[in-house]
């Protein structure tokens, strides 16, 4: 292979990731209005405050990537008229990649699609980021409480100029479709409430896309890691078939019928043969609710397997502050080793 240097600048890569803070009143009125005025029969999963919660985990998710992945060419942070302020962080601790971050607002991607914002729904977002000006060809879609924890390599995101998908092959989800289908019965029409919707589930957000790309038995179910995407790809198959994405954004909060858009461009790059699949590499967290050594457990894992360079968090806004700052101080000291950051 070329000099890695001179395959990255023909090759660059950029990273993209969505971003809310929950805390703006303004948001949070918005959201509430919507909720009112029946976009969300239900306060379902996809509506609930914690969905749009932040204790500035933005910064952490930034910054590392800065530190172990420097190759990354452009940072893209998606937001509803919001700003994250890491300028001055960014102009201290990494000054020369000022000019490598952007703040990207949804009426950007949604630029023609304009009736269907606001959203409050990161499955609609997530479907429309291949649409960024000046992406590149590659990118990696992070969401802000994802993490580097150790060095990354552009191989580890893509090879060959192909990107590199994390997880599994699963059977296909019947026990849940019977069971979605039996509960939906008994809520609408034994009990009336003609509102009712499942709950929108990870897994069948990836089923829904599976089933979309011609997958009947099996779907590739991906991890809580930063997610490799061709652009063009999924260009491709969205200006051939644009009212599929219209069905899937009009939803301004999360819906179980969803696909979502990591599951479809893997199975896509399944189907035209890519069979690149790589361990996750992650440590997952959710550390709400958790036995007092949860947090230390997950540390130490993550510290002596050297496999490991994804780290998620969820619900770290739930937490009590001492796990907060636990999980963050550990974070801190990550980012600080070579490089006196934070």
Not at 226 to 232: A, D, G, L, T, Y
Request: aromatic share 12%; proline share 5%; charged share 25%.
């Amino acid at each position: 292979m070329e000099d890695k240097s001179e395959y990255i600048k023909d090759h660059p890569v950029d990273v993209v990731i969505a971003w809310v803070d929950g805390n703006d009143p303004v948001l949070a009125e918005k959201r509430n209005r919507y909720i009112r005025e029946g976009e969300s029969s239900s306060l379902s999963s996809g509506a609930h405050s914690t969905r749009f919660a932040s204790i500035n985990e933005i910064r952490y998710c930034v910054l590392s990537i800065l530190k172990f992945a420097p190759f990354i060419r452009n940072i893209f942070i998606i937001t509803d008229g919001q700003d994250p302020d890491l300028w001055d962080d960014i102009k201290k601790y990494h000054p020369d990649r000022l000019d490598s971050f952007r703040i990207v607002d949804h009426k950007e991607i949604f630029e023609g699609f304009e009736d269907y914002l606001p959203t409050f729904n990161s499955i609609s977002i997530g479907n429309m980021i291949w649409r960024i000006k000046g992406l590149s060809d590659n990118f990696v879609y992070f969401n802000d409480d994802t993490f580097l924890i150790r060095k990354i390599e552009p191989e580890d995101w893509f090879s060959g100029n192909r990107p590199v998908m994390r997880g599994r092959w699963v059977p296909a989800p019947f026990p849940r479709i019977l069971w979605y289908t039996i509960r939906i019965g008994i809520k609408k029409h034994l009990l009336g409430n003609t509102d009712y919707q499942p709950r929108a589930s990870f897994h069948m957000g990836q089923w829904n896309s599976a089933r979309l790309a011609g997958y009947r038995i099996r779907y590739f179910t991906n991890s809580h890691t930063p997610h490799s995407v061709e652009r063009k790809r999924m260009q491709e198959y969205f200006s051939k078939n644009a009212s599929v994405l219209e069905k899937n954004i009009k939803h301004r909060f999360r819906n179980y019928r969803q696909f979502t858009f990591i599951a479809l461009s893997n199975h896509l790059q399944l189907l035209d043969g890519n069979r690149q699949i790589a361990n996750p590499g992650l440590v997952y967290l959710q550390p709400y609710k958790r036995p007092k050594d949860y947090i230390d457990k997950k540390i130490h894992f993550c510290e002596n397997n050297p496999d490991i360079k994804f780290l998620c968090v969820q619900s770290l806004d739930l937490c009590e502050k001492e796990k907060q700052e636990k999980l963050l101080g550990w974070l801190k000291a990550r980012l600080q080793q070579d490089h006196h950051v934070l």
